[in-house]
């Protein structure tokens, strides 16, 4: 059995590449099906007719946009909770629900 003082042991930092891989990867696939699902509905140049009519967008570059918005949300969602799940200072210094500090 560990002794109540004993520290738990240090974890190795995560490189920041797998930590951004790990925001942007999943992100990335989530948009694409949403892509996927969403311009199977609506048409592009149909949406820039109800929304901006006076701009000339092709219905290449509305698929563009649309992954790429699709992407930023996603993206946003995953980064906002990387954010939560981080630990606090106090669970970094050591102290736990219940100890003084």
Known sequence: MTEPDAKPPERE???ASQRV???LW????VA?????VFFT???P?????ITFPALRLSRELGYSLGFFLFWLATASSSLFT???LRPSRLVKRGFHCGSAP
């Open 26 to 29: 999943p992100s990335f696939f």
């Open 82 to 84: 990387w954010i939560l």
């Open 13 to 15: 930092p995560t490189p």
């Open 21 to 23: 891989g790990a925001i």
């Open 32 to 36: 694409g099906v949403i892509s996927t």
């Open 41 to 43: 509905i609506v048409d």
């Open 45 to 49: 140049e149909r949406l820039r007719d």
